[in-house]
């Protein structure tokens, strides 16, 4: 039932025999020129002049003031987290479909994930449903929002631009605003990703984007932070570079600090491959094309697509199957074809260390929990 | 009064004008041939060849059974920390004179670092001093320890191998085995460092390492831990793969994990480095005799050499001023000459963050705090 699937991939990425991964990096710029170049100037850890050009690099692409060059993606979100203010015993807002690292980070805070629902068709946190959600949930007192029922303060908002799919980011941001909620934006997934002609991570007060090896780009790993609040770009460098105070010799800090920043090898990489950002987006823009074609008259599966206004990257496409029994027919039967297909994640509310966290209805989020799947995206120019 | 200090290093380096910095990494090996191996392999991120093997080399290098590839040494040391079983609201025993990762990882656990004093020869946590302190602060109940003026357990004991000296750890450990607490060695700065024939991070239940810029060896950022208990191993890799458990597509995660793995493309270069570890640490050795001999018949200034069974890498040499006004004379005189030199750290109950933190009497950590400096010492092997 599902070998037209099989046989459209292979054509596809015109591989007969092998394995299809769900994506693979590729190195056809100048990564080995840059890298070698950084090991030959012997700046190789977190100060040289490739983590300054990526960071400008990551500023003309996003459009952002500022870019801070981070280690990982994981470590941006729980830096924003800091720098936005978010305290010990504070209730963070977050998707409950989302890769774990988002809650995960919330927790580095020492703060409560508290589990809201997404839009079926951006799988993104939905400000519709978080509105309704807040006018029940949250108060206003001197300027702070609070849980009424909890009695926490409500720290912050960390919405997800899943698999890159831009979600509605500004009439989110809209509703955060309105209830004082700062909102870090997890674009981990989004590099090139833009909704309304602005590029994800620039909505909120802070974006955070991931470099790892399954990613759009990569460095092998990394990860950025981007801002137009200066004083928060300051305090982002402190910050992740142990809080040391800037003097001749002596060591002074001031805060509990981290390890934070990306070395300059991996910036290295990272430069020649943000060179290639716009061409391997427009690659996966046009085999997303291919695949909505493939399954437009399907009417058992359906290929997501952004919605109106947004303009995705395509990172990883995903497909919606009619349940979950389709769904896990489907995966059996493309895996054991050597064609690499993978579930969405499963809902942060059912692992056992977030089960007592805050949520609203997920009624979206388990439907589409059951439902969508990834299938092979990798950039094929070649 | 310090212009024959800036001869001897000049002539030392064989370098008359330029600046001379503390230590800087050389490539010389591998480094370019394995890295761009592993960019041609597309398995740039934490999953790869190199990985595999660095992890092997860490085993054959310190004797350890077990070694997982951390991203950093600062998270090396907040991994172990949880390892051992650290929980929020415990106190860590850690040296005050140390650099600030080690105190900031255990405020990553939400434990309080609670500063011991030092051994002046060795500048690393004095084990005749803990057990004195331990005699008059400490209780056992139930097989664990606590401090009787606090209540808080004593959840790890954390000593430090300044700049590469192995402290008398086979004696500290005894003294913490005593009073039943866990030893995280950090030995960030002593790869290569061994003590009575044994390599330094393999004494207690786990040790660190961290393979920044400015270590005797670099892979850009890095570190490692060591240990012989195979389900430590295991749990340290789980919980830096996201607590993710194995399954050929679901994601289901048992724990709250983190992104510590090292990627595939710094262990390239960390393999690369370690292959000339040996004679790294051999010309290192070379330049600590060289700077003995200068200052042997010096009544001002005194080098700070290995004590009697120990085997240093001297990633830094440092010597002892007299009292903080020579120091201070010391390292104007030097570093206007282009010289670079460094105090030790500040002592980290100094630091506003740790104020407050329960502390011994500290006489030899604010000895060594007001006199020792740190000269040049890169490998000159070219």
């Not at 459209?8 to 080995?32: A, S």
Request: aromatic fraction near 10%; proline fraction near 3%.
């Amino acid at each position: 039932m599902y070998q037209d699937t099989v046989d459209f991939i292979r054509e596809t990425f015109q591989e007969k025999e092998k394995f299809i991964p769900l994506h693979e990096p590729l190195f056809i710029g100048n990564e080995r020129k840059y890298v070698l170049d950084a090991i030959d100037s012997t700046f190789v850890s977190s100060v040289g002049e490739y983590v300054n050009r990526f960071e400008e690099m990551m500023c003309q692409i996003t459009g952002a003031k500022y870019a801070i060059a981070l280690v990982n993606g994981t470590n941006a979100i729980h830096l924003s987290l800091l720098l936005a203010g978010v305290k010990p015993g504070d209730e963070v807002l977050t998707q409950s479909l989302t890769f774990v690292a988002t809650a995960n980070a919330i927790s580095y805070c020492n703060a409560t994930p508290h589990f809201v629902d997404v839009d079926k068709e951006t799988l993104g946190l939905s400000p519709s449903l978080l509105k309704k959600y807040l006018e029940k949930i949250a108060v206003i007192k001197n300027g702070v929002c609070y849980n009424k029922t909890t009695n926490k303060k409500i720290g912050a908002c960390v919405p997800m631009h899943t698999f890159g799919l831009p979600l509605y980011i500004d009439e989110l941001v809209a509703v955060c605003n309105e209830y004082h909620i700062p909102v870090v934006e997890d674009a981990a997934e989004s590099i090139g990703s833009s909704f309304k002609g602005k590029h994800t991570g620039t909505f909120g007060l802070i974006g955070t984007f991931s470099f790892n090896g399954n990613k759009t780009i990569t460095c092998g790993g990394g990860g950025a932070i981007v801002t137009n609040d200066e004083s928060l770009a300051k305090k982002a460098k402190h910050l992740t570079t142990q809080a040391k105070i800037p003097h001749k010799w002596e060591y002074k800090h001031d805060a509990i600090g981290y390890n934070y920043r990306m070395p300059n090898l991996n910036a290295a990489m990272a430069c020649a491959q943000l060179e290639q950002l716009n061409s391997y987006v427009e690659d996966k823009r046009v085999l997303s094309d291919l695949y909505f074609d493939f399954y437009k008259n399907n009417s058992e599966i359906e290929l997501i697509r952004e919605v109106s206004e947004a303009h995705a990257n395509y990172w990883l496409n995903a497909v919606l199957l009619k349940d979950k029994t389709q769904r896990d027919e489907f995966l059996e039967y493309t895996n054991a074809k050597g064609v690499m297909t993978r579930p969405i994640w499963g809902l942060m509310n059912k692992l056992e260390m977030f089960k007592d966290c805050p949520k609203s209805d997920l009624t979206n989020a388990k439907y589409l929990e059951e439902r969508v799947v990834n299938i092979p995206s990798s950039v094929r120019l070649k």
